[in-house]
């Protein structure tokens, strides 16, 4: 019995065998269902496809949260003579404040262990100053010789100005003036005002107080040499327009 059922196996695999060289179409039918490896065509492709699908997610991912928009606004309010010269004086007074409204202890801030944090003494300003002459001495002097000095003499002598009104020919424009107080005139009665005042000590027959001179200048970073450094860059900006817009 045992040798007749593996003889019918035999001849059973061999009809089939047969049957399966007989019929090519259902051989290749039978081939297309075995899984290949990928080649390694294919699997660049599937690569580029996933490389292509998250570069096009991260690109309208950055164009719907306006990051761009926000970045050419920033670039166009940065890039004038008005925004430059607000920098530089956002930089002297952030180290004048710290000398006519200085800090004082307020309070402390727990330490929390459980993050490794220590205690954190808060300081504020203190506001009491601002009824003092220890803090309008020295900012009325800052203020008249580094912002309103320098701008009358920069309204009344504006080059801009003066061009925007009259064309080289002689006849009047009707352009508005491109600055309402030049940039270049207002650095440069900056920069004297302060050698005079902050360097050679000129009080204008006592108007300015020495001790206002002196806190200011221990105030300032690098002193009276800073405010012409950064009186200098103003300028040279100032030049640099005018000649752009030319």
């Known amino acids: 019995m045992l040798t007749l059922s593996a003889s019918e196996d035999e001849d059973t695999s061999h009809g089939t065998s047969t049957a399966v060289l007989r019929t090519p179409g259902r051989?290749?039918?039978?081939?297309?269902?075995i899984p290949l490896p990928a080649t390694p065509n294919d699997v660049a492709e599937a690569v580029d496809r996933g490389t292509m699908a998250v570069r096009n997610?991260?690109?309208?991912?950055?164009?719907?949260?306006?990051i761009s928009e926000a970045?050419?606004?920033?670039?166009?309010a940065l890039s004038t003579v008005n925004a430059i010269l607000l920098l530089v004086h956002a930089f002297e007074l952030y180290f004048l404040r710290q000398e006519v409204l200085p800090g004082r202890y307020a309070f402390t801030i727990p330490a929390v262990p459980f993050l490794?944090?220590?205690d954190y003494p808060v300081h504020l300003w203190d506001m009491f100053l601002v009824v003092t002459a220890s803090f309008w001495s020295p900012t009325l002097l800052y203020s008249l010789t580094s912002v309103i000095v320098p701008s009358v003499f920069g309204y009344f002598f504006?080059?801009?100005?003066a061009n925007s009104t009259h064309s080289g020919r002689g006849r009047p424009r009707s352009n508005q003036p491109e600055h309402v107080i030049d940039p270049l005139t207002f650095s440069i009665v900056k920069a004297v005002l302060t050698y005079v005042v902050y360097n050679q000590g000129v009080t204008f027959g006592g108007w300015v107080d020495e001790t206002s001179?002196?806190?200011i200048n221990s105030a300032l970073y690098g002193g009276w040499?800073?405010?012409i450094a950064g009186s200098a860059i103003t300028g040279l900006v100032a030049i640099y327009d005018a000649v752009l817009k030319k």
């Not at 997610?57 to 306006?66: A, D, H, I, K, N």
């Not at 970045?71 to 166009?76: A, E, G, L, S």
């Open 27 to 33: 051989a290749l039918s039978l081939a297309s269902r």
């Open 57 to 66: 997610r991260v690109s309208s991912l950055y164009q719907e949260s306006g």
């Open 71 to 76: 970045t050419q606004t920033t670039r166009q």
């Open 116 to 118: 490794g944090l220590s």
């Open 158 to 161: 504006n080059l801009s100005a």
């Open 213 to 215: 001179v002196a806190r």
């Open 225 to 227: 040499k800073g405010v």
